[in-house]
Structure formats: C-alpha cells, structure tokens
C-alpha cells in the first residue's frame, strides 16, 4: 500500500514541522511508499525530490521509505508511530484506512479538515488541522506558541492522545491512498 503523488500535502507538512525543529526530542517523519506509476510514467520522481530537497533546505529530519507495504507492514509502522499524519491536499479526500487503522493502534493523529478525520478525531484521538497553512498546524499542537516544549501541550489532550504518546520519540508517519490520475 502507498503511492506518492502530488496532491498529497507533504510538502505542507515538512512546512509545519520546520517550525518545530528546537522540540526535543527531534522528530524524524517518516514518508512511506513509491510513487504512483502514473505519476512516475509523466514525470518521474519529481515530486519526491522536490520534497527531499523541501525537507534538506527547512532542515527537517525526513525519511522517505519508498517501500510499497502489505496491509500487515502498514499496519507495523503505523503501530510503531508516536503520531500518524495526513496532510491530504485535496478538499475531495473523504476517507482514510489509514486514519482507521491509526486510531484502531492507538496512535494520535493529526490530519488535515476530510470529512471522516474530523469525525473520527472529534473523538479526542488527535486534532484537525487547516488545509495547506503549515504556520498554523504547531498552534494546534500546544495552546501557547510561547511554550518551549510543545509536547506539553499535547500531554494536555484527552486520555487517548496522553497514554500513546507517553516514553515514545516524537516520529510521524504518512501513508497515500491509491488514487486514479
């Protein structure tokens, strides 16, 4: 499972984690799959350098894994997340498995304003952030941008949120969803 095209808000969330570089410990995000063959077919890898080079110049500890994963090794990395992300681009993303599956491990997520993640995480298992704007996503995380350690913030979320992140690095994952071009 897993291919990477454009569309999928990566780039805002390397933005969004720029500004979260003096959090300690550092967060190493990890960005899983290969590109989309048809993307690949048009442009080649394109996007992910362009990403890879995003990342190298925000100074942003990123790892793209270009691994195509079974359900069962999605399913691992996810389980050994601190945090899922879904930045999803697109204003049409109406689901996720992986928002599913994420909340299903008990791990947080913070994704970006699709109709089922804002149902989902109202529950209190992670927060909504907005649409492409990285400088407001680290606001959501803590309720003072004055705190100097932003976990502290989210060690303030509800219950599911506290006891899933509690002894674990700060790693985020993404994970695409197949989509026709």
Do not use: C
């Not at 990890?30 to 995003?54: C, S, W």
């Not at 930045?87 to 109709?115: E, M, N």
């Amino acid at each position: 499972m897993g291919l990477l095209g454009p569309g999928k808000g990566i780039e805002w969330a390397i933005d969004a984690l720029a500004q979260l570089r003096d959090l300690k410990p550092r967060v190493k995000y990890i960005v899983a799959g290969n590109t989309h063959p048809k993307v690949f077919e048009y442009e080649g890898d394109v996007y992910r350098n362009m990403l890879i080079q995003r990342a190298k110049n925000r100074k942003v500890d990123v790892e793209f894994d270009p691994e195509y994963r079974s359900l069962a090794s999605l399913a691992r990395l996810i389980s050994e997340a601190s945090i899922v992300i879904l930045p999803y681009d697109s204003p049409d993303q109406v689901t996720s498995g992986v928002l599913v599956d994420a909340i299903a491990a008990g791990r947080p997520v913070i994704a970006t304003a699709f109709p089922h993640a804002v149902e989902l995480l109202s529950t209190g298992a992670g927060i909504v952030v907005p649409r492409q704007d990285p400088p407001r996503w680290p606001k959501r995380f803590a309720p003072s941008s004055r705190r100097q350690d932003l976990r502290s913030g989210w060690r303030r979320r509800p219950v599911v949120w506290r006891r899933n992140s509690r002894g674990r690095t700060s790693r985020l994952v993404t994970r695409y969803s197949v989509k026709s071009y």
